[in-house]
């Protein structure tokens, strides 16, 4: 079946912009997951969906960054205000919720704020 | 906190040869799942293989083996008879079973860079 999607595959944005990453989960998955990927930082976790529940933003590093999730699918990232830090491959991933809870990740979407 | 590391420099080993990447964790977790992935230069994180804290037996999937020494809180990945495609950057990972929601993010290391020579 079709895997995670993501879309832009690449963005190339000026600082100060605002962007939106999207997710495309495996259908029936009900947890879903953002992730960055930065030179120096490996992977790190930004947010994560799970059903109806309220998402856990726990990993998420300033207020210019939120996510949401509509219909409990496809989910959006948005930066807003961008800089150069920002600059960085962003994951998405989701999982089935049960069993061993593997997560199955998207292409990523490789942001570069000039 | 749980934290994973990777500290081999890049890997390198002969095609059809068998290659050991190591990993080891600290976590203060009772339960907690083990994760291998594989990331090639089309950037797409590829589940290799999981290992419950539980399980008894060292998790297997088809060519990669986890060698799981939970008293050494060490979970290496094993490839055997390496192909070129094969070559990748490999990420440790773990999470926490029990709870769900602000526990069920996976925690990475740094990678492994493994090359494999024809």
């Known amino acids: 079946g079709a895997g995670v999607s993501q879309s832009p595959s690449n963005k190339v944005t000026e600082k100060g912009k605002d962007v939106e990453l999207r997710c495309d989960p495996i259908?029936?998955?009900?947890?879903l997951y953002w992730y960055r990927q930065s030179l120096g930082q490996g992977l790190e976790f930004l947010i994560y969906?799970?059903?109806?529940?309220?998402?856990?933003k726990s990993g998420l590093p300033s207020d210019r960054f939120s996510a949401e999730r509509t219909g409990g699918s496809v989910s959006t990232l948005t930066i807003q205000r961008t800089q150069q830090e920002d600059s960085a491959v962003y994951l998405c991933?989701?999982?089935?919720?049960?069993?061993?809870?593997?997560?199955?990740f998207g292409p990523g979407t490789r942001l570069t704020v000039t | 906190a749980q934290k994973i590391t990777q500290t081999q420099p890049g890997m390198f080993v002969q095609e059809k040869e068998a290659v050991t990447l190591d990993c080891t964790y600290d976590?203060?977790?009772?339960?907690?799942?083990l994760f291998w992935y594989k990331q090639p230069s089309s950037g797409e994180m590829i589940f290799l293989i999981y290992?419950?804290?539980?399980?008894?037996q060292n998790a297997t999937e088809g060519r990669y083996s986890l060698n799981f020494q939970k008293a050494r809180k060490s979970a290496n990945l094993v490839i055997s008879a390496s192909q070129l495609g094969d070559s990748a950057m490999y990420f440790c990972?773990?999470?926490?079973?029990?709870?769900?929601?602000?526990?069920?993010?996976?925690?990475f290391g740094k990678g492994i860079t493994l090359s494999v020579r024809p």
């Open positions: 991933a989701s999982s089935s919720g049960t069993g061993t809870y593997e997560q199955y």
């Open positions: 259908s029936g998955h009900t947890a």
């Open positions: 969906f799970q059903g109806n529940s309220a998402p856990d």
């Open positions: 976590t203060s977790d009772q339960s907690y799942g």
């Open positions: 290992q419950g804290s539980y399980d008894e």
């Open positions: 990972a773990m999470r926490e079973l029990i709870r769900t929601g602000a526990n069920s993010k996976l925690t």
